[in-house]
Structures are given as C-alpha cells and as structure tokens.
C-alpha cells in the first residue's frame, strides 16, 4: 500500500477553517487508498509571536528554554488537526517527537535527527489511523526537547518519508510551488514544474526560502520526490526530483538573491600552511556558519587577503572570534562589512553551456552594478553586490537569462 507524507506549514494552519481544509485533503488521500502521515507547523506566526514572547520575558532566554516554548506551536497544530479529522468521522492520532521517538543530538535551536523509531508509526497506520507529527521538533537521548532550526517542520516530513520509503512528499505551502526567482522581487518569475535535488538545494543554500535545506538532503538521499504545492488549489506544484535530461538543455533555471549576510575580510593574513586551518576551526567551533570563502595571495606569496560570507546573525560573533584569531596569528586587519547581499544563478545546464558568467556580469554591468566578489561551483554562479542593488540586479539577470518566457523553458509553465 502506498504512503503519503503530507506537511502543512504555518499559512495553511493559520486559522479552524484551513485547519479543516488541511484534513479534507489528508482523509482524500486516505479514501484514496494511501497511508497517511501528516506533519505540521505552528499554526500561522505562533512560532515568531512565541520567540517575542521568551524576549520580552528574558533578553538572552536560555536554548533549552527555547525549544521547551516553541515546540508547544506545533503541539497545538497537531492536537487541532486530530480533531478536526475526528469530526469529519476518520481515525487519526497526534503524536509529539518523544511520543514517536525522532531522536537527535543535543544542539538546542538546531539539533540534527539522528534516528526514527518506526515502530509507533507501523503500528498506528497498520491500524488504519492518520498519523500527525509535530514538525521541527525531536528528543535527545536524554529524553530533553530540542528543535531542528527555523522551518525545519519541511525536514522532519522530508525525514519521515525517508524512513517509510514514501512515495512523495507533498509539501503544502501559500505559493503553488518553487519559482525562477521570488515573484515579489522579480513579477514576471514563472513556476518550475520540475526541478532537481541539487539546483534545488543550491537555491535554498543561495536564499530561495521555499524549503529548508536538510529537508531536501533527506529526499535526495533516500530518493524521496517532493512535491511543493499550493494548500488552496488542486494544481500540480514543483516537483523537486532527480535530475532528467531535459533539464539540462536549460543552462540556468532559477536567480536567488540571499540578503541576510555580512562578508568578513582579513587582511595581511601570514601565508603559511596550517593558517587557514586555524581560522576556520575556531569559526566552526564558534558554530559560525561559513558561505563562500575567498582568497588571494600578495607579496610574492608571502601573505594573504581572506574572506568569508557568513550570516548577518553570526556578524558579530565573527567579528570577536576573527579580532581574537588576529591577535593570536598576527593578522593585520579584520573587517566586517554587513551592508551586503549574494546573488546567484543556478542550473544544471551550467555544466555543458557555456558564456553564462559572461551573461551575468553584462547582465550587472549594464544596470551599472559593481560587483564586490565572484564565487563559482559546477552549477552556481554567485556576486557578493551592495544590499541596495540586490532586487535590481535579480531583475536584470532573470531578464538576461530569459527566465520569464513562455516558449524557451522545458521544465517551467
Ligand atoms: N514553526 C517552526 C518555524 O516557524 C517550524 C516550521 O514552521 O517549519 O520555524
Ligand atoms: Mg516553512
């Protein structure tokens, strides 16, 4: 019998009336014939309303406290949605991540799964039940509460499915599915039908918020297809995939611009093996998360200019833990300039077509926007600009790539 891991997030829940809507579809899917699982978010902002909440009681609120507080969000979603699926007269049962035994690491605010225990999920669906989970949630090995990160209620979805071998995973959010480029920046961005695993983590990793990245590492790795879709239609969404052929004849298939950031340079860094190294151990163990990293060299060699996009919310521990690491290796110069965004391209055609950084920076060059820093992969190209020039820019090159015709773009409707 096949399964269904349905994930409803805090727009679709935000009130008794989708928290209706939201059931119909699971007990549809149901009648259908499918296994059931849903997960669900907080309903509508509970979950920023609460971290207002826990700042306005303590400035510094302690991170077991947090997950303690936040969790509650998506344990009412679940109660809700069990009765409403009772009162249209089907079987469900809410279950909370100790309850079903998701286990992570101990890392409050961003614990990372380490295991599911199907046993309590086998058990319900062989009882013909539809079984609710709370998102974003889980249990350290010490029975404390932790939570995934922001968003992550698409992660525990995406992990469920892995771990049942679903047949999808359907994502239900207020777009009706992943765009060229954000609509409200860019209007004429057009929807994807079809999307791979690795464009589409490359464009959350580069600011497309449509889904957390770790929720499409699972689906990648356990080959789950997820389908991002529209809670109040019917229409086919994006599905997010592995790669097919097709998707190569297009060379770039989506423009991101990611605007929380700040770039950390280090000037006068002593060019001499094992500085990097340094550098960047103490930033990981500050749990500073690295973007792109730059370097050059000067001085025939003998020193080096560093640095590194990091978010705008680790800015300032960057900034202590880089001035102490001066000190220490005798770096001239730490700067921190937080006024900055990364825009970027993204496609699988990269590989075979070529002019497309070309492209980009004519792109740039003709709206008259300087370019700071240049970082490439193998599929992403990406510009470290000014913030103020980042919703131009991301007009300019979605234009220049012509991501918003109609008659150019197999994979997009
Ligand atoms: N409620 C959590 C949040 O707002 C998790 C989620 O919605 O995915 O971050
Ligand atoms: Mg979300």
Redesign the pocket.
């Known amino acids: 019998m096949s399964l269904t891991v349905q994930k409803f997030?805090?727009t679709s829940l935000a009130d008794p009336e989708k928290i209706h809507r939201a059931a119909r579809r699971a007990i549809r899917a149901k009648l259908e014939g499918h296994r059931v699982v849903l997960v669900v978010?907080?309903m509508g902002h509970?979950?920023?309303e609460l971290l207002t909440l826990a700042r306005a009681v303590c400035a510094d609120p302690p991170k077991r406290e947090l997950d303690m507080l936040?969790t509650t969000?998506?344990q009412i979603s679940i109660a809700l949605m069990a009765m409403a699926i009772d009162a249209a007269g089907h079987e469900a049962i809410s279950l909370t991540a100790g309850q079903l035994g998701l286990l992570t690491d101990s890392a409050h605010t961003r614990a990372r799964i380490q295991r599911i225990s199907r046993e309590r999920l086998d058990r319900e669906l062989a009882e013909g039940k539809i079984v609710i989970v709370a998102?974003?949630q889980g249990i350290d090995a010490g029975g404390e509460i932790t939570t995934l990160g922001?968003?992550?209620?698409?992660t525990t979805a995406a992990a469920l499915a892995a771990v049942l071998g679903a047949d999808v995973c359907e994502i239900y959010t207020d777009v009706d599915g992943v765009y060229t480029a954000d609509p409200r920046v860019v209007p004429q961005a057009r929807k994807i039908d079809e999307i791979s695993y690795d464009v589409m983590l490359e464009m959350a990793a580069a600011g497309a918020v449509v889904m957390?990245s770790r929720a499409i590492e699972f689906a990648k790795k356990f080959n789950v297809p997820i389908h991002v879709r529209s809670s109040l239609t019917d229409a086919k969404g994006t599905m997010i995939m592995s790669e097919t052929q097709s998707m190569e004849a297009v060379a770039v298939q989506g423009v991101t611009l990611k605007e929380d950031l700040a770039f950390v340079s280090l000037t006068a860094v002593p060019n001499t093996p094992g500085v990097a190294a340094r550098i960047f151990a103490e930033v990981a163990k500050n749990h500073i998360v690295v973007d792109d990293i730059v370097q050059n060299i000067y001085d025939g060699g003998k020193f080096a200019n560093l640095g590194f996009s990091t978010n705008a919310a680790d800015a300032r521990e960057a900034r202590a833990v880089c001035e102490r690491l001066a000190k220490s290796l005798g770096i001239g110069k730490v700067e921190v300039d937080e006024g900055v965004s990364k825009l970027s391209a993204i496609g699988v055609g990269m590989r075979t077509h070529t002019g497309i950084a070309a492209t980009m920076f004519e792109a740039l060059a003709h709206a008259a926007i300087n370019i700071e820093n240049i970082s490439t992969s193998e599929i992403v190209i990406s510009c470290i600009i000014r913030r103020e020039d980042g919703p131009k820019a991301l007009r300019f090159i979605h234009d220049a790539f012509k991501l918003g015709d109609t008659d150019n773009r197999p994979g997009s409707s």
Request: no cysteine; proline share 0%.
């Open positions: 997030g805090g978010s907080a509970t979950t920023d936040l969000g998506e998102g974003f922001r968003g992550a209620s698409d957390h």
